[in-house]
């Protein structure tokens, strides 16, 4: 059985390097996933669950693997008993919910740990449509407020389902036979007007139009919508009438499927062979309206539900992602069992040679997404896999050094840092502030310090608000003994980042050297009030109130920081403060304990040859 783990790619916002996720459910978590504004969206209830799954299951990926594939399951069985209860069809209705499924453009959204939203937001998405179809069945006030309920959840899981309320009047049309009459299929009401099936909408229209306005203020915010200048309106159009395209040929025949596809210059021709592509099959689609609905209400659900991530906002470094078709790709699976049952009673093939092309089919589908599947288990299988299927990937070579370095190969790890850096666009500077950032962590690792502060300063120098690489940049410029240097750039970390407690630790550590105590208590305690187990700062104050002469009270900030990790700079402190009040056989003990921790620890090594000496 092969196992999953945690991959380098937005787990650690998620989960892995989330310290209030890792803290499980409580109140003040739950008022942080309500509050917090960490991630582009504000999405709470994904945020619940991960936090759930970390109380159950701590950090064991496992579960939370398991935790994704549940809900695709049960969003399978929705939408089975939702077609079939708005359609009455058992074959077509089944046929589309098994490619749902299976398909390989699936896979990303299921076995990737981050995009828990998208499962999660699909699930309030189809129990809203399952709300609505009862509305429709019998309308009553209780039962609309049971459709916006399920819609706010959605809206709280993930932001793409503000088109829901135009998939709705889509159904209103077929299956559900609200207006425009059509072919003998079952409807759940009598005839209504279109006018009213707008009107009723209005509401949930209200609430997709607040969350879409949250959406663009938090990105922009942010920084995760790219400008006009980096990314024009003329390229944003071709990326997406190419990214429309090319989802359609995915999910025909999914090869070549990848975490990342980077951004390309798009050429004209190309941009103009994907504008009649999708004029033709609309107009086709229409022309079909009465006789077929299926096709047009399949076409616009595939269309619409795209659209918000289609790339006209351009939210990060991506021409199109697998995990954008979740829930689109549906109107195209729908298009296909209702064509598929048509084309059987045109040709008058048996019913038995159908299923088997329609077994033939999900099989296929699911060899190929148990292979896809497959290259998700982890970073190195992951980006390894990209840059074989994809060309010029410099975010694919980037997280693969990233894996590559967290393993130790350095070596590796540089290699294709640089190779990122030689393919990142100029019109990326924020990315490859990134790579630059990370190369210097690889050459520090590698004892290179005066390469990696090139590299950080290079970093802060492309992207000034860039909070790790400006933190990164004061490390090295303290590490080198320019304190002064230092502080602007722990500062402007902080500015950046003010949940960030590295750069608090650092400033601090950086104000003591400078027999600055009291300021630099004041950023420790600022640390501990964003992460009360933050063994580091409570070390930093013990230093300081060493510095005051307070050993009672320092050793007492040294123990606790040991009480919550095994840290050999406090072994080193409390050895130091012992050797100050005669206790040589108890400093021994700490100095001897830092060095069983990292023998590499040059500071104890030294007090210890001090003791030794004496």
Request: charge should be neutral; proline fraction near 5%; hydrophobic fraction near 50%.
């Amino acid at each position: 059985m092969q196992y999953f783990e945690f991959v380098n790619w937005d787990d650690p916002a998620y989960v892995t390097g989330n310290t209030q996720v890792q803290a499980g459910l409580s109140t003040s978590t739950l008022w942080w996933a309500l509050t917090t504004m960490q991630s582009p969206y504000w999405h709470p209830l994904t945020w619940m669950s991960h936090l759930l799954d970390v109380t159950l299951y701590g950090m064991n990926a496992g579960p939370h693997h398991v935790t994704s594939l549940a809900l695709h399951l049960a969003n399978t069985l929705l939408l089975f008993v939702g077609l079939r209860r708005m359609t009455g069809d058992d074959g077509p209705s089944a046929f589309a919910a098994a490619l749902f499924a299976v398909h390989p453009l699936h896979v990303e959204s299921v076995a990737w740990v981050a995009e828990r939203k998208d499962v999660l937001s699909s699930f309030f998405l189809i129990l809203t449509i399952w709300a609505y179809i009862r509305y429709c069945e019998r309308r009553s006030a209780q039962r609309f407020l049971a459709v916006a309920g399920a819609y706010a959840l959605a809206l709280m899981s993930k932001p793409m389902v503000v088109t829901l309320p135009f998939v709705l009047l889509l159904l209103d049309r077929w299956p559900l036979r609200r207006f425009g009459g059509g072919p003998d299929t079952p409807a759940t009401s009598g005839m209504t007007s279109l006018a009213h099936c707008v009107l009723e909408k209005i509401p949930l229209l209200a609430m997709a139009a607040a969350t879409a306005v949250a959406t663009v203020i938090v990105q922009t915010n942010v920084g995760a919508v790219a400008g006009l200048t980096a990314l024009p309106l003329p390229r944003r159009m071709a990326t997406a009438l190419v990214g429309c395209v090319g989802y359609l040929g995915a999910a025909v025949w999914p090869a070549h499927l990848a975490a990342f596809y980077p951004l390309r210059e798009i050429a004209g021709w190309q941009a103009a062979a994907a504008s009649a592509i999708l004029i033709a099959v609309t107009v086709a689609a229409w022309a079909l309206r009465r006789s077929r609905p299926y096709l047009v209400v399949g076409w616009l659900w595939y269309l619409i539900t795209i659209a918000p991530v289609i790339g006209l906002m351009q939210a990060g470094e991506q021409a199109r992602a697998d995990r954008f078709v979740y829930m689109p790709i549906v109107g195209l699976f729908v298009i296909a069992a209702w064509g598929g049952r048509d084309l059987q009673r045109r040709l008058a093939l048996p019913p038995r040679a159908m299923g088997a092309m329609a077994v033939a089919i999900i099989a296929a589908g699911a060899w190929t997404a148990r292979a896809q599947a497959a290259t998700w288990s982890d970073s190195s299988t992951l980006w390894l896999h990209a840059t074989a299927v994809t060309h010029g990937n410099y975010v694919a070579y980037e997280n693969l050094a990233q894996a590559q370095r967290e393993r130790g190969q350095l070596g590796d790890a540089e290699t294709n840092y640089r190779r990122a850096l030689t393919l990142a666009p100029a019109q990326s500077p924020r990315y490859e502030s990134i790579i630059h950032n990370s190369l210097g962590l690889v050459l520090q690792q590698q004892g290179r310090e005066q390469e990696s502060h090139l590299q950080f300063a290079e970093a802060v120098r492309l992207s000034p608000g860039f909070a790790e690489g400006q933190n990164n940049l004061a490390n090295t410029l303290a590490a080198a003994g320019a304190l002064a240097d230092a502080i602007p750039h722990y500062e402007a970390a902080i500015a950046l980042e003010p949940a960030s407690t590295e750069p608090r630790v650092g400033l601090g550590a950086v104000l003591l050297r400078q027999q600055r105590p009291a300021e630099a208590i004041s950023q420790y305690r600022d640390a501990l009030r964003l992460d009360f187990r933050l063994a580091e700062a409570h070390n930093g104050i013990g230093g300081a109130l060493a510095i005051e002469g307070k050993a009672g009270e320092a050793m007492a900030e040294y123990e606790e920081a040991l009480r919550l990790k095994p840290l050999p700079s406090a072994h080193l402190n409390i050895a130091l403060l012992l050797i100050r009040q005669g206790m040589a056989g108890e400093a021994r003990h700490h100095l001897e304990t830092a060095l069983s921790i990292d023998p590499s620890y040059e500071p104890a090594r030294q007090a210890l040859a001090y003791l030794s000496a004496k």
